[in-house]
């Protein structure tokens, strides 16, 4: 099929497309024009000749200008490519786009431009158009970026592919004269198989908090900032990531994360240093200044911050004492000097390793949802990884009979001046202070025996540590001298609660204890004894039940 065929054009100057599904480069149309403006007369739905005014002019084979009065509509455009063609004398451009790389054949690409997707939900360009697999084409069309003498967002587009099942990818770019190119790769993410319609019912994966807040992942680092704290509920790690990727691909028109459709958020693009507030921001919400906009993600303040955190939406980043103010509230606060840019992750959680996530920047997990293989990044941009927390457990016990006792151990027996008194305690002491450093690897709650006065040692319990000091929650039942001794029981049931008894802690290196089980009751049993080893994987013992009958 010709062009001619499928464009028409009227006395005014209007050229359509009038028929067929055919493409055809700028350079055909500029040709179309040329030879029905080099005939004698004009005939039929091309009203024009050799007595009309000059149609177009090719500047190169990929630059195109209307002169005059002709024009093309939006309509138009979609069947032309590999080019720009400008018109209305500067005032209208439609720009060439190219997209090469490698994606799936069903993967329908995203134009962003505006913060508004080019074209909606079905663009014209479907899984692709005016594509060339030798040369690793993809799409080949025409963006309108220049209407009534303004260009739309600086002529600044994003193409991003974002299918579920498949790697994020996107890539910015600003149009012009001629082609330009972005580069879009993709490929199966093996750690987002399951079906969208599994991932869609797990809707009890929720971001407990959006906006800045602090998380203590109780690795020392104390409380760190975030822009999230996501709570995973009962899935796994892996499944938080492909709830993440559900709730921002192609289509995630109704999720809204941070005032923003699902499909258009990116995470944190930029982190503003401010000054001179007044009024006060919402934790997110719109924000705008000379020459961009932006949707504020975070701010540490909403009445008195000193940074906020963005991801921007059009125009440029702000800078140096450009007022940032707020579109819900009356707030502004003064861009002091330092605007700075962060990278993004093409899943705005991170990555998946299946089993670990490495977090984009900025993102906070609930801290009882990660292991020490996780790794995230504070808004400081410092890495923040989990501490390792294991397990000891006692197996082979009989519930509400035995009596179990962890301690440490020394020698194969239980080390009973692990630690010791630092001063003299009295029965109205709350707390037991030591002389020694308490173990970094001591539960945060738990029990601890001290050997008082009374010739006994006593079992106390704790609601925290820090050294030199255990926290009782009650307190001493009798008097202990300076120096006596006091060893952490780790587990110290007077009563098992049932077949097993564990223990938690963080570990810090290899940790010796000592295992004892007694039932003298009903049903007695030789006392049980073996020492045993914490070890980065915790540990396990299971108590032997000879009958002492």
Request: one cysteine or more.
């Amino acid at each position: 099929m010709a062009i001619a065929d499928d464009f028409s054009v009227n006395a005014s100057g209007d050229i359509r497309h009038v028929s067929g599904s055919s493409t055809y480069t700028v350079l055909e149309l500029h040709r179309f024009l040329q030879d029905l403006a080099d005939d004698a007369s004009a005939s039929g739905n091309d009203l024009i000749d050799i007595t009309s005014d000059t149609p177009s002019d090719r500047s190169t084979d990929n630059i195109i200008t209307l002169l005059g009065s002709y024009n093309i509509d939006d309509d138009a455009a979609e069947y032309l490519y590999d080019g720009s063609v400008s018109q209305s004398s500067g005032d209208v451009l439609y720009s060439g786009l190219i997209v090469v790389g490698s994606v799936f054949s069903t993967t329908q690409l995203m134009i962003v431009q505006n913060n508004t997707l080019y074209q909606g939900a079905n663009p014209f360009w479907g899984t692709g158009l005016n594509a060339d697999a030798a040369s690793n084409v993809l799409l080949r069309c025409l963006v309108k970026t220049r209407t009534g003498g303004t260009d739309i967002d600086g002529k600044r587009i994003r193409v991003q592919a974002r299918e579920l099942g498949d790697t994020y990818a996107e890539f910015s770019v600003t149009m012009g004269l001629g082609n330009s190119t972005a580069a879009i790769f993709t490929t199966e993410d093996l750690n987002n198989a399951t079906a969208s319609g599994t991932i869609e019912g797990w809707s009890t994966i929720t971001n407990e908090t959006e906006g800045y807040n602090l998380i203590d992942l109780n690795n020392g680092a104390g409380e760190r900032p975030y822009y999230s704290e996501w709570n995973r509920d009962s899935y796994t790690i892996n499944q938080l990531y492909e709830r993440a990727k559900f709730l921002t691909r192609r289509g995630a028109t109704t999720n809204d994360l941070y005032g923003l459709d699902g499909e258009l958020f990116r995470g944190i693009t930029h982190e503003i240093v401010v000054q001179s507030p007044s009024g006060t921001f919402d934790p997110y919400e719109h924000v705008f200044w000379t020459g961009g906009t932006g949707q504020m993600l975070a701010i540490n303040s909403t009445t008195s911050p000193t940074k906020m955190w963005i991801q921007l939406l059009t125009g440029t980043a702000p800078t140096d004492t450009l007022v940032i103010e707020g579109t819900s509230s009356s707030a502004q606060a003064t861009v002091n000097t330092t605007v700075t840019s962060r990278t993004l992750s093409p899943c705005f959680l991170g990555q998946s390793t299946g089993s670990a996530i490495i977090g984009a920047y900025g993102i906070g997990i609930e801290a009882l949802d990660l292991t020490t293989s996780d790794k995230l990044f504070d808004l400081n941009n410092v890495q923040q990884q989990p501490p390792n927390v294991v397990t000891f457990t006692v197996g082979g016990l009989v519930a509400l009979e035995d009596r179990v006792l962890v301690g440490p151990e020394s020698g194969n027996t239980l080390e009973i001046d692990q630690l010791s008194l630092d001063t003299a305690h009295t029965t109205s002491s709350g707390a037991v202070t030591v002389k020694e450093t308490i173990p970094s690897d001591t539960p945060s709650t738990g029990t601890i025996r001290v050997y008082c006065d009374n010739d006994v040692f006593e079992r106390l319990e704790y609601t925290s540590w820090s050294t030199p000091t255990f926290t009782l929650s009650g307190t001493l039942p009798a008097n202990a001298s300076d120096g006596a001794n006091v060893f952490i029981s780790y587990i110290d049931e007077t009563v098992a609660s049932g077949t097993t008894a564990s223990f938690q802690t963080v570990y810090s290196s290899d940790r010796d204890l000592f295992v004892r089980v007694r039932d003298g009751g009903g049903t007695p049993i030789k006392t049980f004894e073996t020492p045993s080893t914490l070890g980065s994987a915790g540990g396990s013992t299971t108590a032997i039940r000879t009958s002492d009958a």
